[in-house]
């Protein structure tokens, strides 16, 4: 009898994933920056996670520009109602659109679909950096803010920036003071680090995991509320140094916004499947990403609520120059 109930079990299960596997042949997955970041991150965790849905592996198209912004008009404008299509989106990319940097459209124009997992900023230095934590690095910013630059995967007002800017502050430095390079994604940030051309780098968690195990790069703080488990135990909060800030970001999925609702119903199932799988868990590890499962209608409010925090934040530095 068991038998045969783990076999209806199956039944039903692949009866789930077949609407998916049937309808998606060409999916396709944007990340809307160059190789090596974090929605390259976002893409690749997709791929091996949505397998067993599709009926072709994900493909991954990199669309750099504006943290999002080229790839999102793209989608808004072009491909409306492309039902083979993803795009990848963090917390980053609802900053922007907090400040109108996606130009007229807003966060009402793509349809959100889901969130599969969380990040926490980071500071992170060369390995052979005179400067072992953050309060000595702020120390060298304090005492001479131009011989400090900060480096990182957006132009000021971008998440990267405000970390740094937030930190700058609690240190009594203005933030207009900092110096700041702005790179197109994590990929290019770290390459500008380990090249010497900037002192620190303001990024994500998952995209240095590798330079860090590699023994390249040094983590002066992570931005979560307590230290982060397993290879990241050892590594200092912000907070536990004397700075409190706590900044996650999110990594999820949007599509177009006239794709037909049952095209996203299946994104939607098969996200939502994949997510309660302990698979996807140990997938979801391996990219050193942390818990954080939405999908559908609660992705959409979530996102939303995000954004009207994201303008209250940008709004204290003077960033919100175009209300939405």
């Avoid at 009898?1 to 199956?10: D, K, T």
């Avoid at 609690?170 to 010497?196: N, P, S």
Wanted: glycine share 10%; charged share 15%; proline share 6%.
């Amino acid at each position: 009898m068991m038998r045969m109930l783990r076999g209806w079990g199956a039944l039903l299960w692949l009866a789930a994933a077949l609407p998916v596997a049937a309808a998606v042949q060409a999916p396709e997955c944007i990340a809307p920056a160059r190789p090596g970041g974090g929605f390259d991150v976002s893409c690749q965790l997709a791929r091996e996670a949505l397998a067993p849905w599709l009926a072709a592996p994900l493909r991954v198209v990199y669309m750099p520009g504006g943290i999002g912004a080229v790839a999102y008009n793209t989608i808004v404008a072009q491909r409306p109602a492309d039902g083979n299509v993803i795009v990848a989106f963090s917390g980053g990319s609802l900053l922007n659109l907090a400040q109108g940097k996606f130009g007229k459209y807003s966060v009402n124009d793509v349809r959100w679909l889901a969130g599969v997992g969380a990040d926490y900023g980071m500071i992170a230095v060369r390995a052979d950096s005179p400067y072992r934590t953050l309060p000595a690095l702020v120390a060298a910013l304090k005492a001479n803010p131009a011989r400090v630059v900060f480096g990182a995967g957006g132009t000021v007002g971008s998440q990267d920036w405000i970390k740094t800017a937030l930190i700058a502050r609690q240190a009594g430095v203005a933030h207009q003071q900092m110096r700041y390079v702005a790179f197109e994604g994590g990929g290019e940030t770290a390459t500008a680090l380990l090249g010497g051309h900037i002192q620190a780098a303001s990024g994500d968690v998952s995209e240095m995991m590798p330079l860090l195990q590699a023994k390249k790069i040094r983590l002066l703080a992570v931005m979560s509320a307590t230290r982060l488990p397993g290879a990241l135990a050892d590594i200092p909060t912000a907070r536990e140094q004397g700075f409190d800030i706590v900044w996650p970001i999110i990594r999820g999925f949007y599509v177009g916004p006239r794709v037909s609702p049952a095209d996203y119903a299946r994104w939607e199932l098969a996200f939502r499947q994949s997510m309660a799988t302990p698979r996807f868990a140990r997938l979801r590890d391996s990219h050193y990403l942390f818990p954080f499962s939405l999908s559908g209608a609660e992705m959409d409010s979530y996102v939303k609520r995000q954004v009207d925090e994201y303008r209250k934040i940008a709004t204290e530095f003077g960033l919100a120059y175009h209300m939405l």
